[in-house]
């Protein structure tokens, strides 16, 4: 009897997905009750990008799945069995600048607001508020808000999204552009508010919530894209960790290469750290969607993706480091888009310092260098700004999101807003591809490369600051150690 318990509770667990409506009817149930995206994402556990998404017409899967369709299955029942004239009522125009607000409860004009249930502590003067505005609550009319007046500095950035018009109840819609940074800002004053303006203690909770935080960036920094992102697409098993604890079949190209002789005599060698490595990874050909397989030697630079290679020798070790990093085993491996075209570059006419790699089957997606890169310059202009003021709050918080970003969207259970191990993949190995790039660019201008380590660490001989400048900018290096040898 234990077998067919056993396999009755099997059985049990078995369940069909859910039935969802047409990706147009799910959009409709929500704007005709009155939703924004923020709203139903926040419900469900998701980023407002994968509501847009299944709006579009992806299909969530597994439990969110069947908790979607229950919401929209809801949505449906009340709006049919609500009390609505037969005839459609004429369609009235909405706020424009110098227009009367909507009344509290009302729809919210776009899908960055909200009306709160009960009102909330505004993150510009405390007091509380009835609208969320990009997940912030706020007072929309500067009149009732005890914030700055505008223009009036600001340590930490500019005003989040608040309202910006000409009469007392005005409101228009934030500049795309300003937005993302003031989610930034409004964060850090938010908790040195909360902690009572402890460095310290706002430093440690803005970093704990640094991943949340980045995918809300993300899709402040998405809307009005051209391309739609599957956030959770099937993956290949190369992209499977093999075990609980091990790693997928993916080489990053990591360099950790150290040169195995010397100029004679003694020399100085200066250790250069190489700032933001992964905020500048971020500009990387990223696949967009669900990534396809093919087989042989062709390479489609308008995809991207991991590809299954026979890397060609490499006879330059006495002065570079390998651009694949030094693997022990040799024959095929799987690598990604930025060594794939590294080895592409390097074998091509410029350079000649290499053949081209065997390509033998790869799985890919169509592909775009600016995915990423208004979110990528939201970030490195809070940096900058946060460097140019000692904010060092601002500082670690931009620092923890893009590295915990980049760590977190493969198999982790600190994100499940996007699964996309393709793409952590592709950004780490471009930050690797950026510092061997650098390593060749000390070697061309006269520099000894003495060590290439990680993403961030190069070593080398000579007056460096001739070929890179010095400062903590995205686009400059800092020493980091000063050392004799020979």
């Known amino acids: 009897m234990k077998d067919f318990d056993a396999i009755d509770s099997l059985l049990a667990s078995v369940t069909p997905e859910a039935d969802l409506p047409e990706p147009r009817v799910r959009r409709e149930l929500r704007e005709q009750a009155s939703l924004s995206k923020v709203q139903v994402a926040r419900a469900l556990g998701v980023s ?35 009390d609505e004239p037969t005839g459609a009522a004429p369609e009235e125009p909405g706020p424009s600048d110098g227009e009367p607000l909507p009344p509290a409860g009302s729809a919210p004009a776009d899908d960055d607001v909200e009306t709160l249930a009960a009102p909330e502590p505004c993150v510009l003067c405390g007091e509380p508020a009835g609208r969320r505005v990009a997940g912030f ?31 007392p109840h005005a409101r228009r819609a934030p500049r795309s552009g300003d937005e993302p940074a003031a989610l930034i800002g409004a964060a850090v004053r938010a908790a040195l508010a909360d902690h009572g303006g402890d460095v310290a203690a706002a430093t440690e909770a803005l970093v704990k919530k640094a991943i949340p935080d980045a995918m809300a960036l993300l899709d402040a920094t998405r809307k009005g894209g051209r391309y739609d992102v599957i956030a959770h697409p099937w993956m290949p098993d190369v992209l499977k960790k093999q075990t609980s604890r091990g790693a997928d079949q993916v080489w990053e190209a990591r360099p950790k290469w150290t040169r195995p002789e010397l100029p004679p005599g003694e020399h100085e060698v200066t250790a250069l750290d190489i700032n ?22 062709g390479h489609d630079r308008r995809r991207a993706g991991i ?16 651009p694949i990093g030094q693997r022990d085993e040799p024959g095929p491996l799987w690598v990604t888009e930025p060594t794939l075209r590294l080895l592409q570059r390097l074998s091509g006419p410029k350079y000649g310092l290499c053949e081209p790699p065997e390509i033998h089957e790869s799985f890919t997606s169509g592909a775009t260098e600016g995915l990423l890169e208004k979110f990528r310059i939201a970030l490195k202009d809070a940096r ?12 670690e918080y931009v620092k923890a999101m893009y590295s915990k970003f980049v760590s977190t969207m493969g198999e982790s259970n600190y994100n499940r807003e996007l699964y996309r191990p393709d793409w952590m993949h592709l950004i780490r190995s471009q930050a690797f591809a950026n510092l061997w ?5 000390a070697h061309d201008e006269g520099l000894t490369v003495v060590r290439a ?34």
């Open 48 to 82: 407002a990008s994968t509501v847009a998404a299944w709006e579009a017409g992806r299909d969530p899967a597994g439990e969110t799945r069947t908790r979607y369709a229950y919401l929209l299955e809801g949505l449906a029942t009340k709006l049919t069995s609500a």
């Open 137 to 167: 609550p706020q007072h929309l009319d500067p009149a009732d808000c005890g914030s700055p007046a505008p223009g009036t500095p600001l340590k930490a950035g500019p005003r989040p999204p608040a309202a910006r018009g000409t009469g």
């Open 276 to 297: 933001g490595a992964y905020l500048s990874a971020l500009k990387t050909h990223l696949p967009l969607g669900q990534l396809e397989h093919s087989t042989g030697f």
């Open 307 to 322: 590809h299954l290679i026979t890397p060609p020798h490499w006879g330059h070790d006495d002065v570079l480091p390998n």
């Open 384 to 395: 900058d700004t946060a460097i140019a003021e000692g904010d060092e709050v601002t500082l």
């Open 437 to 441: 790039m650098k390593a060749l660019k």
């Open 453 to 486: 380590m990680g993403t961030d660490e190069l070593h080398v001989i000579g007056d460096w600051r001739t070929v890179f400048p010095e400062g903590r900018g995205v686009t400059e290096v800092k020493v980091k150690d000063v050392y004799d040898a020979g």
